[in-house]
């Protein structure tokens, strides 16, 4: 379950389709360095009186990363439930499970500019609105039209959520902070997905779907008490209200008139950077990175992780085990191994860890096609949910350690700094196709052949 992201965290500005973002989980480390080289002065986060604002502000945000999470994580718990109550044939549910993926396209490519536009609260506030109007048609639904309509609206709020939270985090923190407060993003999309599975084993899908109101709820109050970025004051002109919300973020007694100066010659100095084109990454000195980019997307997606993901519990039902239990061990596994993944992922290298993170989903997937194997052939039928929910436990692990992170990493990497809005917008686009792709199609290739043989 990755959708990632790639973006200029203090310019803003877009190329083309930049601001497409990643289903479902991604890791955030670029937004740090990225800013490391050309972000804040060190000086100006040792002159720093507080940071309880930062810390405020920051909590709020990722309301917004538990709310994605909480969308992604929805129809696993609930697809026998729904098909059940409403009567919905497979296609049809799998349109409703898939179309999260078209509403987080749209979203994700509109979020840059209505960020720029109504501010990073204001795109917070939008995307909140989104999520609950969503939520609530999924609610009062009696059929797949009003079903496909609130999924599409929280699939638009969270691709908006993906962009401008990590956005408004990196904006905000002082550069100490940076690392730690972009990776909770990370954490809490994971988080919210984990807790969707786990409640929606407990209650029905209609109040499931009212519980991912709150976190709106939260973000939408909270938003009142927090400081708007002020990296985005400075960008539109606001100077009375840049330097007071930098005041507040930083503390009432802090001297922040380095920091303020190196804001400005920062946006000035990105704003003259040459803006590349989509058809420039296809020069033959771009060319190997590109073809890196999106072999690593097409990988990470096309190796099955929204399918597994959107529909853990009817592929547990189907090896011959407790949806309830699979469910809650899969999500039991998710949250911390994507936080031994976010320590990993300096310390033992970027192609190491994804080499090993792919054997781990191979293996999780030669696993599960084998118990389902069994299952037709009536070998071993008493070993064959244990098959089953280890393979896609190794899966899930796997990824999350790896597949999901690493990719977003790389990318960003190994791009010039004047073409990596164009070139992330290809390969986000790339991910999005992958992801909707796989969402739509894996009920059916369950159907017609769960071994895969």
């Given at each position: 379950?990755?959708?990632?992201?790639f973006?200029?965290?203090?310019?803003?500005?877009?190329?083309?389709?930049?601001?497409?973002?990643?289903?479902?989980?991604?890791?955030?480390?670029?937004?740090?360095?990225?800013?490391?080289?050309?972000?804040?002065?060190?000086?100006s986060?040792?002159?720093?009186?507080?940071?309880?604002?930062?810390?405020?502000s920051?909590?709020?945000?990722?309301?917004?990363?538990?709310?994605?999470?909480?969308?992604?994580?929805?129809?696993?718990?609930t697809?026998?439930?729904?098909r059940?109550?409403?009567?919905?044939?497979?296609?049809?549910?799998?349109?409703?499970?898939?179309i999260?993926?078209?509403?987080?396209?749209?979203?994700?490519?509109?979020?840059g500019?209505?960020?720029?536009?109504l501010?990073?609260?204001?795109?917070?506030?939008?995307?909140?609105?989104?999520?609950?109007?969503?939520?609530?048609?999924?609610?009062?639904?009696?059929?797949?039209?009003?079903?496909?309509?609130?999924?599409?609206?929280?699939?638009?709020?969270?691709?908006?959520?993906?962009?401008?939270?990590p956005?408004?985090?990196?904006?905000?923190?002082?550069?100490?902070?940076?690392?730690?407060?972009?990776t909770?993003?990370?954490l809490?999309?994971?988080?919210g997905?984990?807790?969707?599975?786990?409640?929606?084993?407990?209650?029905?899908?209609?109040?499931?779907?009212?519980?991912?109101?709150v976190?709106c709820?939260?973000?939408?109050?909270?938003?009142?008490?927090?400081?708007?970025?002020?990296?985005?004051?400075?960008?539109?002109?606001?100077?009375?209200?840049?330097?007071?919300?930098?005041?507040?973020?930083?503390?009432?007694?802090?001297?922040?008139?380095?920091?303020?100066a190196?804001?400005?010659?920062?946006?000035?100095?990105?704003?003259?950077l040459?803006?590349?084109?989509?058809?420039?990454?296809?020069k033959?000195?771009?060319?190997?990175?590109v073809?890196?980019?999106?072999?690593?997307?097409?990988?990470?997606?096309?190796?099955?992780?929204?399918?597994?993901g959107?529909?853990?519990?009817?592929t547990?039902e189907?090896?011959?085990?407790?949806?309830?239990?699979?469910?809650?061990?899969?999500?039991?596994?998710?949250?911390?191994?994507?936080?031994?993944?976010?320590?990993?992922?300096?310390?033992?290298?970027?192609?190491?860890?994804i080499?090993?993170?792919?054997?781990?989903?191979?293996?999780?997937?030669?696993?599960?096609?084998?118990?389902f194997?069994?299952?037709?052939?009536?070998?071993?039928l008493?070993?064959?949910?244990?098959?089953?929910?280890?393979?896609?436990?190794?899966y899930?692990?796997?990824?999350s350690?790896?597949?999901?992170?690493?990719?977003?990493?790389?990318?960003?990497?190994?791009?010039p700094?004047h073409?990596?809005?164009?070139?992330?917008?290809?390969?986000?686009?790339?991910?999005?196709?992958?992801?909707?792709?796989?969402?739509?199609t894996?009920?059916?290739?369950?159907?017609?052949?769960?071994?895969?043989?």
């Amino acid at each position: 379950m990755a959708i990632g992201q790639f973006r200029d965290v203090e310019n803003g500005e877009n190329n083309t389709l930049e601001d497409l973002e990643q289903p479902l989980v991604i890791k955030q480390e670029k937004i740090v360095s990225y800013e490391d080289e050309y972000g804040s002065d060190e000086k100006s986060t040792e002159k720093s009186g507080s940071i309880w604002m930062v810390l405020l502000s920051t909590c709020v945000a990722v309301c917004g990363s538990f709310e994605f999470g909480s969308c992604v994580g929805y129809s696993a718990p609930t697809q026998s439930a729904i098909r059940e109550d409403l009567n919905l044939s497979l296609a049809q549910f799998s349109m409703f499970g898939s179309i999260l993926t078209i509403g987080a396209m749209l979203g994700a490519i509109t979020s840059g500019r209505i960020a720029d536009f109504l501010g990073r609260k204001g795109a917070m506030r939008m995307s909140a609105s989104f999520c609950i109007t969503g939520w609530l048609a999924i609610f009062f639904s009696k059929g797949a039209l009003s079903l496909d309509i609130g999924r599409f609206f929280t699939g638009y709020g969270i691709g908006v959520f993906s962009y401008v939270v990590p956005i408004f985090i990196a904006e905000i923190a002082p550069k100490n902070l940076r690392g730690a407060l972009t990776t909770l993003n990370q954490l809490m999309i994971v988080t919210g997905a984990s807790v969707a599975f786990v409640i929606g084993t407990i209650i029905s899908w209609t109040t499931l779907a009212l519980t991912g109101i709150v976190p709106c709820i939260f973000l939408l109050v909270g938003l009142w008490f927090v400081p708007e970025s002020p990296r985005w004051l400075a960008k539109i002109g606001h100077e009375k209200e840049f330097q007071t919300a930098l005041q507040r973020l930083r503390g009432k007694h802090a001297d922040i008139s380095d920091e303020m100066a190196e804001i400005q010659e920062y946006i000035v100095t990105l704003q003259s950077l040459p803006k590349a084109k989509l058809l420039d990454l296809f020069k033959s000195k771009h060319i190997r990175p590109v073809i890196i980019g999106v072999g690593l997307m097409v990988f990470q997606q096309f190796g099955g992780i929204n399918g597994i993901g959107f529909y853990a519990s009817q592929t547990f039902e189907e090896a011959g085990i407790s949806s309830k239990t699979g469910t809650i061990a899969y999500a039991c596994v998710q949250v911390p191994i994507t936080m031994v993944g976010a320590t990993l992922i300096d310390k033992s290298g970027r192609r190491p860890l994804i080499m090993v993170s792919a054997t781990g989903t191979f293996l999780g997937c030669f696993l599960a096609g084998t118990s389902f194997f069994l299952k037709g052939y009536g070998l071993l039928l008493d070993w064959v949910p244990i098959i089953a929910v280890s393979g896609v436990l190794t899966y899930i692990a796997s990824f999350s350690i790896g597949m999901g992170a690493v990719p977003w990493v790389i990318m960003s990497e190994i791009f010039p700094i004047h073409v990596k809005g164009a070139a992330g917008s290809l390969v986000v686009l790339v991910n999005w196709l992958g992801a909707w792709a796989i969402s739509y199609t894996y009920n059916f290739l369950m159907s017609w052949s769960s071994s895969g043989k």
